[in-house]
């Protein structure tokens, strides 16, 4: 995988240092055990009440059942385009109410994206890359693989091996070579009221 390690203003674990987002990926399978332990991360995610509100339906391309293509098809035209190149796509599911009492659940979206973190950070440990997507239809998805009601699709993930030199796009492998950029802290780390940065 390609380095692309940030560089951070204050020191971070290296394993967040290094986690980017690929649009090029090596057509190499990943391997059962490396799957099978990112969506292991996700189990251990924190959520509100312990509620897990989280659900994933996964898709291997080499796996024959039509479940990668039907993923696939449910993307935004933009993120078909480069997200074929991955070997595994993922659909990101909540809960929008607790189990418990039927409630909702304010914190479904939150805890997914916690439960979508840990993989993306146990995927990065194992050599691999996470490519979140919000760029998909979400009603095409949950009748395509029907979804009952209560449970939001809302996210998509590529999951794979990053390497440009796998994929024949010029385009794509010039975002995966550009600059890594961020905010600075004192553009979202606020002390005494909104938008005054923190003082530590």
């Not at 760029?135 to 590529?158: H, Q, S």
């Amino acid at each position: 995988m390609s380095d692309k390690t940030a560089d951070t203003a204050h020191t971070i674990h290296a394993t967040l240092a290094t986690r980017w987002s690929p649009y090029c990926f090596a057509p190499t399978p990943v391997a059962e055990a490396d799957l099978s332990s990112v969506f292991e991360a996700a189990r251990w995610a924190a959520s509100s009440y312990n509620e897990q509100p989280w659900r994933f339906i996964v898709g291997q391309k080499d796996a024959g059942d039509g479940v990668y293509r039907r993923i696939l098809g449910c993307l935004a035209e933009a993120n078909q385009h480069w997200a074929a190149n991955a070997p595994v796509l993922i659909l990101g599911l909540t809960s929008l109410h607790f189990d418990r009492n039927d409630t909702p659940n304010k914190a479904a979206h939150h805890d997914l994206g916690l439960a979508a973190a840990n993989m993306t950070v146990e995927a990065t440990v194992r050599g691999l890359a996470c490519h979140q997507m919000i760029g998909l239809d979400p009603d095409k998805a949950a009748a395509e693989f029907e979804v009952p009601a209560g449970v939001e699709v809302l996210t998509a993930i590529a999951l794979g091996v990053a390497d440009t030199s796998a994929v024949d796009d010029a385009d794509l492998a010039a975002r995966d070579q550009g600059e890594r950029a961020r905010r600075p802290l004192s553009d979202f780390v606020f002390g005494a009221r909104y938008g005054q940065s923190a003082r530590f």
